[in-house]
């Protein structure tokens, strides 16, 4: 799988630069004899400067407005939330410092999230008469990435802004070169596909030598045609959307009471360990649920897939799944990216179809 290798590169990447910043700090503490100099180091993990700029209709207000609507809708389509526009247009044009604008960064992909969610439950299956979402993608995969969100929130505490910086480059370059690069593979396949559908068809000859020039036909039962009610009926799971909310429900009033403690108490850890095993319960669950059915269908010689994806569930295959929502949600939390970065490239790879990934 093509998307391991970008996973070792983000994590090689973000490695290094951490570990810089660590004999960064070590070599200004061997120079550094005396902690007032030290604090006015500009390599301090905890010297940060947020800048907000002041609200006022003006340029850089109306090119930003145009730049984020924009943003949010080929995120949207592309299925990366817009995270990668965001960032450096709060930055760079409207003038937030790095950590600001990755907060507000998440605030404006939810909010383009949740009409892209509104408008695919009254979509159809393309292909399949199965709901437009994969619930069991997303009990494998949001777990997981909540977990990893409030550990990039965490991060993004601790590290400097020039590092968030740095993080965002190496992020962006992978993202893109490797999204590019798959959409070129997906470009030559769909052209292949399509020369082979536009190729003459060959004549047809009956029984008597007499040559039929159009054998087009009509099904018999024409397909059943669902208003917009019926679709979103059908698309909702309600058990499912239960345990998502649940799960979302849990890990908001753990973020809400560790608000009101002293940070690094005891309590304070106590608290953000409660997220692991609410997190790797849920996924615990639907990760052996998958394994069983595949392997129950791979015993009876059934092809089928058990969900949108194409992939064997082994538990290799499920431990990357694991490893990529936790990295996807540290992203997004700590850059303020969204998990899409990760989650698309690695769907596309599992064989998920790109317009429902």
Not at 105 to 132: D, F, Q
Not at 203 to 228: A, H, M, Q
Not at 312 to 317: A, C
Request: net charge neutral; proline share 4%; aromatic share 10%.
């Amino acid at each position: 799988m093509a998307t391991k290798g970008f996973v070792l590169y983000l994590l090689s990447g973000f490695s290094i630069a951490v570990l810089s910043v660590l004999f960064i700090q070590k070599s200004n503490n061997d120079d550094m004899n005396q902690s007032s100099n030290l604090l006015e180091s500009p390599y301090n993990l905890s010297t940060t400067e947020k800048v907000w700029p002041a609200l006022e209709l003006n340029w850089r207000l109306v090119m930003a407005t145009v730049i984020g609507f924009l943003g949010s809708a080929c995120g949207t389509v592309g299925g990366v939330g817009g995270g990668g526009i965001f960032v450096p247009m709060l930055t760079l044009i409207v003038g937030f410092d790095t950590k600001s604008a990755a907060a507000i960064s998440k605030c404006m992909i939810m909010g383009a999230s949740a009409s892209s969610v509104w408008y695919n439950l009254r979509v159809p299956h393309p292909t399949k008469e199965v709901p437009i979402i994969d619930y069991d993608l997303a009990l494998l995969f949001q777990p997981m990435l909540m977990l990893g969100i409030t550990v990039g929130v965490a991060l993004s505490v601790v590290f400097p802004y020039w590092l968030i910086t740095v993080l965002i480059i190496i992020l962006f370059l992978g993202t893109s070169s490797r999204s590019f690069y798959r959409g070129i593979e997906m470009w030559k396949e769909e052209t292949i596909l399509n020369k082979e559908l536009t190729k003459p068809q060959e004549s047809f000859v009956n029984s008597r030598g007499e040559l039929l020039i159009d054998t087009e036909y009509e099904p018999l039962v024409p397909k059943e045609e669902k208003s917009k009610l019926q679709i979103l009926c059908f698309n909702l799971r309600w058990k499912r959307l239960l345990v998502l909310a649940t799960v979302w429900v849990l890990f908001t009033v753990i973020q809400v009471i560790k608000n009101d403690v002293v940070p690094c108490t005891t309590l304070y850890w106590v608290l953000f360990s409660l997220q692991f095993p609410i997190a790797t319960l849920v996924f615990g669950y639907e990760a052996t649920k998958l394994y069983k059915e595949h392997k129950k269908r791979m015993s009876t010689g059934n092809a089928e897939t058990v969900c949108g994806a194409s992939i064997q569930w082994s538990p290799l295959n499920i431990a990357f799944c694991a490893l990529c929502g936790i990295l996807g949600g540290t992203v997004g939390g700590l850059l303020g990216s969204g998990g899409g970065f990760i989650l698309g490239p690695l769907l596309l790879e599992i064989g998920v179809i790109p317009q429902f990934e």
